[in-house]
């Protein structure tokens, strides 16, 4: 297998951006313990959250751990020191680490957690290659990445899942010991990762703290107990994942600096946005992302483009953080109401107005299209969704439209149940053009066990013909992409609320390249 040569240049981000310095080690395989005794205590077993990496770039991704020997220690700190930890990693062309590629030393800090970020640099594209780390003696599990093919390469194939809502005392993760056993380029997670609040569920899940979260202590052990699930551990470290947030990272419904309507403290809009802060740092200290995802107090930029040869680009969309607040149906058609913000919308439309891939897909949390939950002339629509933004998701429509872009396909989380929608020209026309294709995801286990349809699905199918395609079991979406066609199969699970679960083909839908809708594969 190609491999990079130890000689090339590699980014280290520690878990302080201040460290930044970059740090080679000779290329040579580990023994099982450190050759040079810690000066103090030793920490025993600190990869207790395993290992990750994230956005792939064709010359390297960013590799991730977080140091926590007791990662359910009530104040946050994961059973470690208040000192910095050196922490060793290698990065191999093959799976007995025989082949160093590139290795080096980072730093853990407390302030940060105690996680680390190597941001590598120097690899060869489209490339797998294993990873690890070594801290206090300890080696981690092994980790399986991917780098990402040549800009401008024309690649024949690329396969990737993408899931969402994870809700841990609603059920069991079986669909990630499904997912980690794939062959996927790219795991896109489309938000809700955790969850806020205090359930407890009846499965032996519950949340820890055992009430709503709102300290950096709080948010740090409600992300390692998520963390510490073996079915999740597999399938982060079986591919590189791509990550955004949507509002039960931070809490429920929240839009921009304004909490959902309640009796907290958080109702002045200044302490929720420190709230936020603390909930977004965390969120950065858990997951695989780059330096200029790095948030800085309450803001976090999380909105970027992921390219793959000519075949894919991704564009990884925020629609929480800068968002009006919600409103009923008569003021949804308000012109100046955003979702997106005006920053991130000139920065969409300039990117898919210009050179782009063969395939674009926007990777965003919520419900795109026109959803309409009730019969007969009256509305009900999704005040948490594009719905409640009419006039600037419409604009987005029309954009992708007027500027050529090719393929536009939406992937969304958010609702825990499957989607087929053909995106229309005018939603209120059935007969009008359709522009693009958007796929909706289910949950991993968020909302239990499940339905094959609820009564209301006949509903919106009639007054949303646009609408192909409803099921409400649990599980993940399955895309291989190729040069003429993309084939999504909604993979589920019967149940979550006890292990075992066999994985379910329920449906598979095509789209051909030039043709926007879906056919029923």
């Given at each position: 297998m190609p491999h990079a040569s130890p000689s090339r240049r590699v980014f280290l981000t520690g878990t302080a951006a201040a460290a930044g310095a970059s740090v080679l080690l000779p290329s040579t395989a580990w023994a099982t313990t450190s050759t040079t005794a810690p000066a103090a205590p030793r920490i025993s077993d600190p990869f207790t959250l395993g290992v990750a990496s994230g956005?792939?770039?064709?010359?390297?991704?960013?590799l991730w751990t977080r140091l926590a020997p007791e990662p359910l220690a009530l104040d946050g700190r994961g059973g470690m020191p208040d000192r910095d930890i050196t922490v060793e990693w290698q990065v191999a062309a093959d799976e007995g680490f025989r082949k160093i590629a590139q290795s080096g030393r980072s730093v853990a800090r407390p302030e940060s957690g105690h996680s680390v970020h190597v941001e590598l640099s120097g690899l060869r594209p489209g490339t797998d290659y294993f990873y690890r780390f070594r801290a206090e003696g300890e080696i981690s599990p092994e980790g399986r990445t991917r780098t990402?093919?040549?800009?401008g390469s024309s690649p024949e194939r690329f396969a990737f899942a993408f899931a969402s809502c994870q809700n841990r005392p609603d059920g069991h993760y079986t669909a990630y010991a499904h997912m980690a056993r794939e062959d996927l380029d790219l795991v896109a997670f489309?938000?809700?990762?955790?969850y806020e609040g205090p359930a407890q569920g009846s499965l032996g899940r519950g949340h820890l703290p055992v009430s709503e979260i709102?300290?950096?202590a709080d948010y740090r052990v409600r992300h390692a107990q998520y963390r510490s699930d073996p079915d999740l551990q597999a399938a982060h470290a079986a591919f590189p994942w791509a990550l955004v947030f949507d509002d039960h990272e931070v809490e429920n419904n929240w839009a921009s600096d304004i909490s959902e309507p309640d009796t907290e403290p958080d109702q002045d809009r200044a302490?929720?946005?420190?709230?936020?802060?603390?909930?977004?740092q965390v969120y950065y200290e858990h997951m695989p992302l780059r330096r200029e995802?790095?948030?800085?107090?309450?803001?976090?930029r999380v909105y970027r483009r992921l390219r793959f040869g000519d075949l894919m680009d991704f564009y990884m969309l925020d629609t929480r953080q800068y968002r009006d607040d919600q409103v009923p149906d008569e003021q949804r058609d308000d012109p100046d109401r955003t979702i997106l913000g005006a920053e991130q919308r000139?920065?969409?439309?300039?990117?898919?107005?210009g050179r782009t891939g063969r395939w674009n897909v926007l990777a965003q949390q919520v419900f795109f299209s026109q959803r309409d939950t009730v019969s007969g002339p009256g509305t009900n629509f999704s005040d948490d969704a594009w719905d409640d933004y009419l006039v600037e998701r419409d604009a987005v429509r029309d954009h992708l439209t007027e500027a050529g872009t090719r393929n536009p396909v939406v992937i969304t989380g958010d609702v825990h149940a499957s989607y087929v929608s053909d995106i229309k020209a005018d939603f209120n026309d059935a007969a009008s053009r359709t522009v693009g294709t958007e796929l909706v995801g289910t949950s991993i286990s968020s909302g239990g066990d499940g339905v094959e349809q609820n009564p209301g699905d006949l509903v919106q199918l009639a007054e949303n013909p646009h609408i192909k395609y409803i099921n409400r079991r649990r599980g993940y979406v399955r895309n291989v992409v190729t040069r003429d066609a993309w084939t999504a199969t909604y993979r589920t699970v019967d149940f979550v609320t006890r292990p075992g679960a066999p994985l379910?083909?329920?449906?598979t839908f095509t789209i051909e390249d030039g043709h926007p809708g879906v056919v029923s594969a």
């Open positions: 956005d792939p770039w064709p010359d390297g991704v960013v990402a093919p040549r800009l489309l938000g809700d990762y955790i709102f300290s950096l302490v929720f946005l420190e709230r936020r802060a603390r909930a977004f995802q790095r948030p800085k107090g309450p803001d976090m000139k920065w969409l439309f300039r990117r898919t107005a379910v083909d329920r449906a």
